[in-house]
Nanobody, 124 residues
């Protein structure tokens, strides 16, 4: 069993930056691929990014490629999402997820453990 908890959300102006963190506990963190999803009101949960167990392999949704960067620090049991050039359409609840395996996919069902999410609002 793995518990994950997100932090770092908030209100930011268009063009601004935020860094989200996801702290994990309960099992060996490096055994898990991690991912970020987001969900806006009235919309489906959307894949944002995934990172493999070592941090050497990452994937991004086209909507965030070039603006968002995922990373992890296995010594701190934490995964990060650096978000730059934020747009109003990035407004959503951002959720961290963990998969039992070294590599994760892009589907919600690929992940076993989920946090409660952190709100990101991009508005002037």
């Amino acid at each position: 069993q793995v518990q994950v908890a997100e932090s770092g959300g908030g209100l930011v102006q268009p063009g601004g930056s935020l860094r989200l963190s996801c702290a994990a506990s309960g099992r060996t963190f490096s055994d898990y691929a991690m991912a970020w999803f987001r969900q806006a009101p009235g919309k489906e949960r959307e894949f944002i990014s995934t990172i493999n167990w070592s941090g050497e392999s990452t994937r991004y949704a086209d909507s965030v490629k070039g603006r968002f960067t995922v990373s992890r620090d296995n010594a701190k049991n934490t995964v990060y999402l650096q978000m730059n050039s934020l747009k109003p359409e990035d407004t959503a609840v951002y959720l961290c997820a963990g998969a039992s395996g070294h590599y994760g996919g892009t589907r919600r069902v690929d992940y076993d453990y989920w946090g409660q999410g952190t709100q990101v609002t991009v508005s002037s």
